[in-house]
């Protein structure tokens, strides 16, 4: 078993990771990988403050749905986090679907970023 396996890990499972473990050898593979998994967490982070915000305020996900004309199953999936790397645009519609705004500060990267830098970062205030 790789060192990530467990008993209840499934054959595609493994073979994911095996796959992976192999390709994170790479040091260029790896510091793509990590950047990107930096970006797909803050973009998670940002998801799951608005989701916090609509259920601290009880609103309905169909609610945001209708607000956003979107059909409910894809609002509620976007909420989740499920496979959701959703546009600029969308983030926008889904704050100001439940009073929030999101502002966005433009500025220079750090000279030398850490391996898992990510240039979206998220300060909530809410």
Do not use: C
Not at 31 to 60: C, D, G, M, N, Y
């Amino acid at each position: 078993m790789a060192k990530h396996d467990t008993p209840t890990t499934p054959v595609a499972g493994q073979a994911f990771e095996e796959f992976l473990g192999g390709k994170l050898a790479d040091p260029a593979f790896k510091a793509s990988f990590e950047r990107k998994l930096a970006k797909v967490k803050s973009i998670t982070e940002v998801l799951h403050v608005i989701e916090s915000v609509r259920a601290q305020q009880s609103i309905p996900k169909a609610e945001v749905a209708r607000r956003m004309d979107r059909k409910p199953e894809a609002v509620s999936r976007l909420l989740r986090g499920q496979g959701a790397n959703p546009t600029l645009d969308t983030l926008v519609e889904l704050a100001d679907a439940i009073g929030l705004e999101l502002d966005i500060r433009i500025k220079r990267q750090p000279a030398k970023p850490k391996p898992d830098y990510s240039p979206l970062k998220v300060n909530a205030s809410v």
